[in-house]
């Protein structure tokens, strides 16, 4: 099936970005990366009058540091992640994430903030910016700026804040220093498919931060904080069978002992890396580890 007729521009400033969402006579559709909208409008389940490519616009395809923090322009492709082609990520633990985000065709396309956007909770980037408790710059009519949390953005299942004209422009996420820790595990039954169960753990001394995320939970990602802060204050002894599925428990009492057996399992993987040095890149499939999910 093909899409139905809409009017396409592709501006290369946010300004002119900003004014194609918002002159539109009825609502406009900005697209990135177009790796969930384009099959949406190709299968006619949306119909917008007017799609507005921001995957040119400069202020959004930027990364630069300020202070202690990245900001990541919200047209940044994956694959631009994945590869380093951003020096300030090289080494960042989001490289290692992206490496790990479906299939390559779809890295190549697809963005960061278009990924935020579509608010899958499924989706790597959705955890993973909670975890790393990353700050979204959101700009509207006459670029009004406003920045929220992952948990205040993000409404529920592919359900966002952003209002009727409005944008990702970038996502602020720390740059990290030798004595962060971080671990992001998901659970695939298949390369490229979206995750079962995962978790993102992120422990910085010199920011007193501590932070285990759940996500893939068929709603906004859930923190184990008082896990997080025993593992910040004693290390690894906190870390025990008892200790991960009472919180897990806690955090997810609408899951079965199954469902959550399998949350267990990708949070006491998450914490391997992340407090024992565990390879970030090195993550088993779910067929080769399904023994040690059984119930």
């Known amino acids: 099936m093909k899409a139905a007729r809409f009017v396409y521009s592709c501006p290369v400033t946010l300004s002119d970005a ?9 609502v406009a559709k900005p697209m990135a990366g177009s790796q969930s909208l384009g099959p949406m409008l190709n299968l006619r389940l949306a119909r917008p009058p007017a799609v507005v490519d921001v995957s040119r616009v400069a202020e959004m395809r930027q990364v630069e540091r300020r202070g202690d923090r ?84 993000m409404a529920g299942t592919y359900t966002t804040s952003l209002q009727e004209g409005e944008l990702i422009v970038a996502v602020d996420v720390p740059a990290f220093s030798a004595d962060s820790r971080f671990g992001y595990y998901k659970f695939c039954r298949k390369t490229g498919e979206f995750a079962e169960a995962s978790c993102v753990a992120w422990f910085d001394p010199a920011s007193r931060t501590a932070r285990i995320v759940l996500g893939a939970i068929d709603a906004t990602p859930r923190s184990l ?32 002992d199954v469902e959550r057996h399998l949350y267990e399992t990708a949070v006491t993987r998450c914490l391997d890396q992340a407090l024992n040095g565990a390879s970030l890149a090195a993550e088993p499939s779910f067929e080769r580890k399904a023994s040690e999910i059984a119930p």
């Open 18 to 26: 900003l004014a194609s969402l918002q002159g539109a006579e009825a």
């Open 225 to 256: 904080t008082a896990l997080a802060h025993a593992c910040a204050k004693t290390g690894r002894s906190a870390v025990t069978a008892a200790s991960i599925r009472s919180a897990v428990a806690h955090a997810l009492p609408e899951k079965d």
């Open 70 to 153: 990245l900001r990541v322009g919200a047209a940044v492709t994956h694959a631009e992640i994945e590869d380093g082609v951003h020096e300030l990520l090289r080494g960042h633990p989001m490289q290692h994430v992206a490496q790990r985000i479906a299939y390559r065709a779809v890295r190549n396309r697809g963005t960061l903030g278009g990924s935020l956007a579509h608010a899958d909770p499924a989706a790597d980037w959705v955890v993973v910016c909670a975890g790393l408790d990353a700050r979204i710059e959101i700009a509207g009519p006459q670029q009004a700026v406003r920045h929220e949390s992952v948990q205040q953005f």
